[in-house]
């Protein structure tokens, strides 16, 4: 017999300091936004028809110019990248738990991300992908990571988030799923908490009811351009995330602040598309790399 979900651990009963505990803690983090023109566009007749079969049931012509322009950087190579600038990691520091965001898929098919990104971590984490929600996939990617380290006993879990800048077909600048830079971000995190219950996470329809956001307003915010839009208020602590990286920007801030900011913090982004608001209380007591 077979069990196709993961073990369910009974909750563990609420004790003294339990306010401070079910909260990931990012360890280490790690950024690659490579920069400048790609390799010469060297034109492949089967693959170029594969992009033009592709696009047809839509009506989306392939966009060989626009295509032959782009830095063509696969999402792989970026999350090369992201793991070069995590740095090495001993068997002890290794992720047991791998999850990929993107919201842009990647024009290159014969690769895929998460086997790529478990061949080049120690041991053998489990590892797998999530996309096809904007800028919620990676707050979905940590959650997921989180009840996997809930409910089988892990420690260690790792986000990669990607976003990869070229397409085969022409994508106006101004969609909200836009891509504009190459960006990869690696996000090691520590959940110290075993069964515990999982406290600042969630994702709720917005606008919604009542005018009370669903984090503390007293800790620092990191949040995407659409929460200062569709969330009223004033924000003295808030690190506002750069658009056209839907997948990356408010964690790539996150990176950035992580080196030596704050003790706790608060990611935040909404999805105008999907009228939904991410959000996630995160401890952070890491180191962290950019490279260019």
């Not at 696009?55 to 966009?63: I, L, M, R, Y």
């Not at 001993?90 to 098919?109: T, W």
Request: glycine share 10%; proline share 11%; hydrophobic share 50%.
């Amino acid at each position: 017999m077979f069990r196709a979900t993961a073990a369910v651990r009974p909750a563990a009963r609420p004790g003294p300091g339990d306010a401070a505990a079910g909260v990931p803690r990012l360890v280490r983090a790690g950024r690659y936004a490579p920069d400048g023109p790609g390799t010469p566009y060297v034109p492949a007749a089967d693959r170029e028809e594969f992009f033009r079969q592709l696009g047809a049931p839509h009506g989306v012509p392939f966009d060989r110019a626009g295509f032959a322009a782009a830095p063509r950087r696969t999402s792989v190579e970026l999350v090369r990248g992201a793991l070069a600038e995590l740095g090495p990691l001993s068997a002890e520091e290794a992720p047991e738990v791998v999850v990929v965001a993107y919201a842009a898929p990647d024009f290159e098919h014969a690769e895929l991300i998460a086997s790529c990104a478990q061949g080049l971590l120690p041991g053998e984490p489990l590892a797998f992908g999530l996309s096809d929600q904007g800028v919620l996939a990676p707050f979905s990617a940590l959650r997921a990571a989180v009840e996997y380290a809930r409910r089988c006993g892990l420690r260690r879990l790792l986000v990669l988030a990607v976003d990869q800048s070229s397409q085969p077909f022409a994508v106006p600048a101004d969609h909200p799923g836009a891509v504009l830079a190459d960006v990869a971000v690696a996000l090691l995190f520590e959940w110290r908490d075993a069964a515990a219950p999982v406290h600042g996470m969630g994702q709720l329809p917005w606008p919604g009811p009542g005018p009370a956001v669903p984090w503390d307003r007293e800790l620092p915010l990191v949040a995407g351009a659409g929460v200062r839009t569709a969330v009223s208020g004033v924000w003295p602590w808030a690190t506002w995330a750069p658009a056209g990286q839907p997948a990356t920007a408010v964690w790539s801030a996150l990176a950035d602040l992580a080196g030596g900011g704050p003790a706790r913090a608060v990611v935040a982004d909404h999805d105008a598309e999907r009228a939904m608001l991410a959000h996630c209380t995160l401890d952070l007591a890491c180191r962290t790399s950019t490279g260019e």
